[in-house]
Structure formats: structure tokens, C-alpha cells
């Protein structure tokens, strides 16, 4: 089977009613980023920062995978799929995709706010005083501004491995997410979902001007067509 590497961001998620955190004003729900995305943010005013994740958790609970999401998880049956996300919530695994890396982390996961390797499934509000079993407050399991990219290597060696890209829901203009396209093999066919694409012109790029779900309907009529 081909190797399909996808790219996802907040777009293909908005269309099951996520909302994208952030508004034309920069604001995070009305909430400067600094205040609640940052290590700093998080020490200056942790019930804050975890009242805004815990609103995040609480609405990712109430919503479902639209089709872009079951769509792609369908494609297993014709390629090898490896999703690279950068969506903190999990709609590609309830829609059935088995291979997601999270490069940003997941909102429905916690870990310790030493040991870092302690994560663990979290589904309720996280409240402080609520601890690992070491007695160290526990934190989202979110990668903030300012924090290293764990899974950005293994992001890396996946698109390394790449027959043929799909990019959808993500303008690509946030790194280092954004340099993942570059770690591709030359002469990759590249598909860019997106309604209103801003992408350099590279060799091999297929633009689809359309929202994740219609974007994905046409990318699987191009793929029955190859």
C-alpha cells in the first residue's frame, strides 16, 4: 500500500463545531494567548488556564466527526495512513483513523507538572489540588508557546516516509508544524485543502479550494480516478 501522510489543523475540526480558539482580534475566547497558552500563564494564574481548558474539554464532549474525518479514516482501506494533527481533540480516533500523531498534544489526556512521561486519559474538569500519584499537580496535556514539540522528529520521519501528502484544515503558516512539507520525499504529489489556499507554488501541488469535508469528497473522487 501507498504511504499517505495528512496534515490536519483546526479546519477540518470547525466543521463538527469546534471552534478555532482563536478570533480576528488574536483573542483565545477573550483571553489573551499569553494568559492561557503559556508556561507562564499557568503559574501566573493556573485556575484560569485550567477553567479554559476545562470549557475546552466540555465542549469536545458534546460534538462528533463530521465526514472529512470519517472520510479519512475510510482511506485505510486504500493507502497506509498516517495522520499528523495538529488539533488537540480526539474526532480522528472516535471517527476510526488508527495511526494520529499529536503534535500539539490532547485536551482529553493530563500530566504531571514535573514528570512529564506521567499522562493519563482525562475526561472532567481538572481542578487544582488534583495530583499524580507522585502528589505533583496535574496540567493539560497541551503543548504551549514557548514549549518544545515533542512529537515534532517523529513527525518528521513520518513525512520522510511519505508516497503522497494531503494537507487539509491548516494554513501551514505555523511552525514548525509548517516546515513538516519539507521533509518530504522530491517529487511528492501534494494536496492542499483549504477555501481559501496561501501556499507557495511547489512542484507536484494539487490545490482543492474547498472546506474539509467537500475538499475531501473531492480528493477521494481523484484518488478512485488514479
Not at 61 to 72: F, G, M, R
Request: glycine share 6%; with cysteine; net charge negative.
Amino acid at each position: 500500500m501507498e504511504h499517505l501522510v495528512v496534515l490536519t489543523g483546526a479546519g477540518i475540526s470547525a466543521e463538527s463545531g469546534i471552534k478555532t480558539f482563536r478570533d480576528a482580534d488574536g483573542l483565545w475566547e477573550g483571553h489573551d494567548v499569553m494568559e492561557v497558552a503559556t508556561p507562564q500563564g499557568f503559574y501566573n494564574n493556573p485556575q484560569l488556564v485550567l477553567e479554559f481548558y476545562n470549557q475546552r474539554r466540555r465542549q469536545l464532549l458534546e460534538v462528533e466527526p463530521n465526514s472529512a474525518h470519517k472520510d479519512l479514516a475510510n482511506l485505510e482501506d486504500q493507502f497506509n495512513v498516517s495522520i499528523i494533527t495538529q488539533n488537540v481533540d480526539d474526532l480522528h480516533e472516535r471517527a476510526g483513523s488508527s495511526n494520529v500523531t499529536h503534535l500539539h498534544g490532547e485536551l482529553l489526556k493530563v500530566r504531571s507538572t514535573v514528570n512529564h512521561e506521567y499522562v493519563q486519559s482525562w475526561t472532567k474538569d481538572l481542578k487544582w489540588g488534583d495530583q499524580c500519584d507522585l502528589g505533583h499537580q496535574l496540567r493539560p496535556h497541551i503543548v504551549w508557546f514557548g514549549e518544545d514539540v515533542p512529537m515534532i522528529e517523529t513527525a518528521m520521519d513520518i513525512c520522510a516516509r511519505a508516497d503522497k501528502l494531503l494537507i487539509i484544515g491548516t494554513s501551514m503558516q505555523v511552525y514548525p508544524a509548517a516546515g513538516l512539507i519539507d521533509y518530504v520525499p522530491p517529487n511528492t504529489p501534494i494536496y492542499f485543502i483549504d477555501p481559501n489556499p496561501a501556499i507557495h507554488q511547489i512542484p507536484n501541488l494539487t490545490v482543492i479550494a474547498e472546506t474539509a469535508t467537500n475538499g475531501m469528497t473531492q480528493f477521494k473522487q481523484l484518488m478512485a480516478n488514479n
